[in-house]
């Protein structure tokens, strides 16, 4: 059976869709190429986030103290829907989590996600591999961001980025607006601007990160997410049955598209049904 850092290997070489379709020899980079590859960092394995991030606990209501979340600078108008929500439907345990019916996490909620993850390093790309199926893809070819004209939010965004000696400098736009990044309906706007600077700091993998939002938040939010990597040999790459799709049957040999109560205009990305009890009103755009 082939060693973890053979497989990320074949990946490198073949590339990520290819890898996944069929087992193929690996292939040796070009002599020229290898400098390269020479002057990147060793992030091979299945590293594991410990710690908390965006904090699930900091939006529980504790009975001695009250709200113990250490919070975004929310503007006032989103603080006030984000207290209420808190109010409403966390504390009175109402919460529905979008990722729990199998909607994307999205990223940032992604730094933040239980799974192990797989850094796939290159000198013109990084990705990032989730072990729930997810991929980061985090050019360093020099490219920009698309135009505006190009540019449409997506659930993990548009990531470019550029090394500093052993640190990835990574900047990511073009993010879909009103997903929670975590179990209190934290969310932000469709101008949320993540930048990350990941690196090793010991055996630890740390991935600093700074949000800003110009609509949501009065400053820049910085948070931290650490990973060790875990004693586990191979990643547990694997996809999970979408509660969603159940919602498009075939129907004489076709598949149909059954929308129900999602053709009311909500204004969020998910079903009128739950979006009351998934994120605070009036902050899902």
């Known amino acids: 059976m082939p060693s973890s850092t053979d497989t990320l290997w074949r990946w490198t070489a073949l590339g990520f869709g290819a890898a996944l379709a069929c087992a193929a020899p690996a292939q040796a980079a070009p002599a020229a190429a290898m400098p390269a590859f020479a002057a990147l960092p060793d992030w091979t394995g299945v590293w594991q986030g410990t710690g908390t991030l965006f904090d699930q606990s900091r939006g529980v209501l504790s009975p001695e103290t009250g709200s113990s979340r250490d919070y975004p600078p929310y503007k006032p108008d989103w603080e006030a829907r984000y207290e209420a929500f808190l109010k409403d439907v966390v504390w009175a345990e109402r919460f529905v989590d979008p990722i729990t019916l199998c909607y994307p996490a999205g990223f940032p909620r992604l730094a933040s996600v239980p799974f192990g993850i797989n850094f796939v390093v ?134 149909t598209v059954t929308l129900g109560s999602e053709r009311a205009d909500t204004g969020s990305l998910y079903p009128a049904e739950i979006m009351p009890f998934a994120v605070p009103y009036g902050m899902k755009k």
């Open 122 to 255: 290159r000198p013109e790309a990084t990705w990032i591999v989730y072990e729930r199926g997810a991929v980061r893809f985090i050019f360093t070819d020099g490219r920009p961001h698309p135009g505006e004209d190009d540019l449409w939010p997506t659930w993990e965004g548009h990531s470019i980025g550029h090394w500093e000696g052993d640190t990835l400098v990574v900047d990511t736009v073009g993010l879909r607006a009103g997903v929670p990044v975590d179990r209190t309906g934290l969310v932000f706007s469709d101008k949320l601007h993540v930048a990350e600077r990941i690196h090793k700091v010991g055996a630890q993998l740390v991935d600093e990160m700074t949000l800003t939002d110009p609509e949501a938040l009065t400053g820049p939010w910085k948070v931290t997410r650490r990973y060790n990597r875990s004693k586990e040999r191979f990643a547990a790459i694997g996809a999970i049955a979408c509660a969603e799709s159940q919602r498009n049957p075939i129907v004489d040999g076709k598949n």
